[in-house]
């Protein structure tokens, strides 16, 4: 399935292909050599750089490795299938999603395992995902965090005897997202579970990114602390209730996953650590690269930004401003604007200055008097946060350090 992606034909659907490149398969685009710069792209456009995700995928399984912990990445960041192979290529033991019509994605393109990060509570979702697990080597896992869902859950099964459903219980805490909130209600929870013999309770989950005032302070790492120790408190509760030989403890995110490691170890039984950060596959210029664990590492140790925004300077109606013909409709600024990082006329050069808002269409790059910036040039952008930029292109080129189109990656938002 992910091979057949080659063979899709290159339409105006996509948008900042070059015109040349229309009614060609991709195969035969890049049979082209095209380059970013020199091949007529249409700006603006986003691009994933190889060597970039290939040392975030290698660094990130290393690190899980060298924690006895595995990987199961958040694919709601990408959504892109060709990504998701990688890195199951690379020790993945899971896919991570957001609800199950992202999971009918994978499952469509072969990935077996998948976790819901999320509770479901639609029957129809319920029941296929049921339906799924009685499959041989397919298993989705959802979570549970109310009496309340497991009734919808159960009404759903109806008449399904040999369903399976596999579940974790989500931790939370006030002010975050889902999760029960007081340990004590676990195990209450967790004996209505056992008493259903289509319900198996796999483990605990929890998302320590939505905890209020996470940051790289003293003050927030310990509250994530105190929220992972949490936990791993509902895990011990639920120990009994859990048949697999391990309870699976799990956490996400792109941020503290080197907290939540550490934290988890201190299980005092067997367990399966599982952490489920998607952001690192391409990380960013912004976000990540302020708080994420790596930054105090040597270069050669740390994860590399892999997407860029490219964009053409429109016109300059003012001195120091340039405004560009990238915004909000293809670029994220959820968290932060994107970040000027170099430009191109015949080479490239390395720039500063902001981007100080976006409209939908237009950025506006404010410069000061030593950057030498023309109307045509061509600008490369960093970005913060890469979920909100990836659901804005449905075919993105992936490049070399010489920016020649190696692979084109698909997303299904």
Same mark, same amino acid.
């Given at each position: 399935?992910?091979?057949?992606?080659?063979?899709?034909?290159?339409?105006?659907?996509?948008?900042?292909?070059?015109?040349?490149?229309? *009614?060609?398969?991709?195969?035969?685009?890049?049979?082209?050599?095209?380059?970013?710069?020199?091949?007529?792209?249409?700006?603006?456009?986003?691009?994933?750089?190889?060597?970039?995700?290939?040392?975030?995928?290698?660094?990130?399984? !290393?690190?899980?490795?060298?924690?006895?912990?595995?990987?199961?990445?958040?694919?709601?960041?990408?959504?892109?299938?060709?990504?998701?192979?990688?890195?199951?290529?690379?020790?993945?033991?899971?896919?991570?999603?957001?609800?199950?019509?992202?999971?009918? /994605?994978?499952?469509?393109?072969?990935?077996?395992?998948?976790?819901?990060?999320?509770?479901?509570?639609?029957?129809?979702?319920?029941?296929? =995902?049921?339906?799924?697990?009685?499959?041989?080597?397919?298993?989705?896992?959802?979570?549970?965090?109310?009496?309340?869902?497991?009734?919808? @859950?159960?009404?759903?099964?109806?008449?399904?005897?040999?369903?399976?459903?596999?579940?974790?219980?989500?931790?939370?805490?006030?002010?975050?997202?889902?999760?029960?909130?007081?340990?004590?209600?676990? !195990?209450?929870?967790?004996?209505?579970?056992?008493?259903?013999?289509?319900?198996?309770?796999?483990?605990?989950?929890?998302?320590?990114?939505?905890?209020?005032?996470?940051?790289?302070?003293?003050?927030?790492?310990?509250?994530?602390?105190?929220?992972?120790?949490? =936990?791993?408190?509902?895990?011990?509760?639920?120990?009994?209730?859990?048949?697999?030989?391990?309870?699976?403890?799990?956490?996400? *995110?792109?941020?503290?996953?080197?907290? /939540?490691? !550490?934290?988890?170890?201190?299980?005092?039984?067997?367990?399966?650590?599982?952490?489920?950060?998607?952001?690192?596959?391409?990380?960013?210029?912004?976000?990540?690269?302020?708080?994420?664990?790596?930054?105090?590492?040597?270069?050669?140790?740390?994860?590399?930004?892999? @997407?860029?925004?490219?964009?053409?300077?429109?016109?300059?109606?003012?001195?120091?401003?340039?405004?560009?013909?990238?915004?909000?409709?293809?670029?994220?600024?959820?968290?932060?604007?994107?970040?000027?990082?170099?430009?191109?006329?015949?080479?490239? /050069?390395?720039?500063?200055? /902001?981007?100080?808002?976006?409209?939908?269409?237009?950025?506006?790059?404010?410069?000061?008097?030593?950057?030498?910036?023309? =109307?045509?040039?061509?600008?490369?952008?960093?970005?913060?946060?890469?979920?909100?930029?990836?659901?804005?292109?449905?075919?993105?080129?992936?490049?070399?350090?010489?920016?020649?189109?190696?692979?084109? @990656?698909?997303?299904?938002?």
């Amino acid at each position: 399935m992910i091979k057949a992606l080659g063979k899709r034909v290159i339409t105006s659907a996509y948008k900042g292909f070059p015109l040349a490149a229309e *009614g060609r398969s991709i195969e035969e685009f890049l049979e082209s050599k095209p380059n970013l710069l020199t091949s007529g792209f249409q700006f603006p456009m986003a691009v994933l750089r190889e060597s970039a995700l290939e040392n975030n995928l290698v660094r990130m399984a !290393e690190f899980c490795k060298g924690v006895d912990a595995s990987l199961a990445p958040h694919v709601k960041t990408t959504m892109a299938p060709q990504i998701a192979k990688w890195q199951m290529d690379h020790g993945a033991w899971a896919l991570t999603v957001a609800n199950f019509s992202q999971a009918r /994605v994978f499952l469509d393109y072969g990935f077996k395992r998948l976790i819901i990060a999320n509770e479901v509570v639609d029957a129809d979702s319920i029941r296929a =995902i049921a339906k799924v697990n009685m499959k041989p080597e397919h298993e989705i896992i959802f979570y549970l965090d109310s009496h309340a869902g497991l009734d919808i @859950i159960q009404q759903a099964l109806t008449g399904m005897n040999d369903a399976r459903i596999n579940l974790l219980i989500e931790i939370g805490m006030a002010g975050g997202r889902g999760g029960i909130r007081d340990n004590n209600e676990v !195990e209450v929870l967790a004996q209505k579970v056992a008493q259903d013999p289509r319900l198996v309770l796999r483990g605990v989950s929890g998302f320590e990114g939505s905890v209020p005032g996470a940051d790289r302070t003293a003050e927030g790492i310990l509250k994530v602390r105190t929220f992972c120790q949490k =936990i791993v408190d509902a895990a011990k509760i639920l120990r009994p209730y859990v048949p697999s030989e391990k309870i699976i403890i799990s956490g996400g *995110g792109s941020a503290y996953f080197e907290i /939540v490691a !550490e934290e988890f170890h201190k299980f005092d039984s067997d367990a399966h650590i599982l952490l489920r950060s998607g952001g690192y596959i391409t990380h960013d210029h912004g976000y990540y690269e302020r708080i994420y664990p790596f930054i105090q590492e040597p270069l050669a140790r740390r994860f590399v930004p892999a @997407i860029e925004l490219w964009a053409r300077v429109l016109t300059q109606p003012e001195p120091g401003l340039a405004i560009l013909n990238l915004g909000k409709r293809d670029v994220g600024n959820d968290l932060d604007e994107p970040f000027p990082i170099k430009r191109f006329t015949d080479k490239f /050069v390395t720039m500063s200055g /902001v981007i100080d808002h976006l409209n939908d269409q237009h950025g506006y790059l404010i410069f000061g008097n030593d950057q030498q910036i023309a =109307i045509g040039d061509a600008v490369g952008l960093g970005i913060s946060h890469p979920c909100t930029t990836f659901d804005k292109w449905r075919l993105i080129p992936l490049v070399n350090d010489d920016y020649e189109v190696v692979d084109c @990656i698909h997303t299904f938002f």
